[in-house]
């Protein structure tokens, strides 16, 4: 995340107020005995989730996949594990590409929530010797265990696409070779078999910069917007209290309208 400072308005020094962007700084934030200022989660926000998080993700997914197999996915096995907003939405785009897709989730609303998407739900035991790629999107470190990997499908591509690069920590731990296979991926082999790992588990869309630019630009203006709504309390001689506040409506509203209008020029009027 990023601090508007009083050096930015009035030539002073210290900060007053923030945003913060990421999962991992909202973490952070939320760790401290004290916040000592108000800081806006733009991280958890309505258009965060549902833009960048669900479409933004998904279609770099998609665009990713192209560029490092070269393959057409329609028809071929694949499982995504975890299915929040990130999981959810590179779902979606794969079925829409016409692969056969399948979910590994261990929290029941999350399990109920991908059925009635009309996902088939699996267990990694399940995934990994049938399925020809596997995406991670669990928000948690080596969610796979290590003697799972030795029953993986041989040439499986292995793609992490959620926050932290350590959703594959298990996978290199447990590899006896890890040596270069193409541009962005690596060949890992394992006991009896080996594995496709993409972007040595950072998150595949950011590292190839692939997906439309769209979701990303509504998030960075998202950002700006928050930060003259903060702005414009400091001019009124207001403040947030200290401590993390959600995104105000009126931001990410005034954020859609401009995306709408930039889209196709028909966006509601108030």
């Known amino acids: 995340g990023f601090v508007l400072t009083r050096a930015a308005i009035a030539g002073g020094c210290l900060p007053f107020a923030g945003n913060e962007i990421t999962s991992s700084g909202v973490s952070a934030l939320r760790a401290l005995p004290a916040v000592p200022m108000p800081v806006i989660n733009i991280n958890d926000g309505q258009l965060k989730h549902n833009i960048e998080n669900f479409h933004g993700v998904g279609d770099g997914v998609i665009d990713a996949l192209f560029k490092l197999t070269g393959r057409v996915w329609s028809g071929r096995p694949v499982a995504v594990l975890g299915y929040g ?14 692969a056969v897709v399948a979910i590994v989730e261990v929290d029941p609303v999350r399990q109920l929530m991908a059925h009635y998407d009309g996902f088939a739900l699996t267990s990694l035991a399940q995934a990994l010797p049938q399925c020809e790629l596997l995406i991670t999107a669990s928000g948690s470190r080596s ?77 960075l203006t998202t950002e700006m917007l928050s930060l003259n709504y903060l702005g414009a309390l400091l001019d009124r001689g207001e403040s947030l209290p200290a401590g993390e506040h959600k995104v105000p409506y009126e931001v990410e509203r005034q954020s859609s309208l401009l995306a709408l209008a930039a889209l196709d020029g028909s966006a509601a009027q108030p």
């Not at 990130?86 to 785009?93: Q, S």
């Not at 590899?175 to 060949?187: D, G």
């Open 143 to 219: 969610p796979v265990p290590e003697q799972l990997w030795h029953t993986a499908r041989p040439g499986m591509v292995v793609l992490n696409v959620a926050h932290f690069a350590s959703e594959l920590d298990s996978l290199k731990e447990t590899a006896t070779a890890v040596t270069p296979f193409s541009e962005h991926l690596e060949r890992v082999q394992l006991e009896g078999t080996h594995v496709l790992m993409a972007t040595s588990d950072s998150p595949a869309n950011v590292v190839m910069l692939t997906g439309s630019a769209e979701p990303c630009l509504i998030h």
């Open 85 to 98: 907003r990130v999981g959810a939405g590179v779902a979606r785009y794969l079925q829409q590409l016409g």
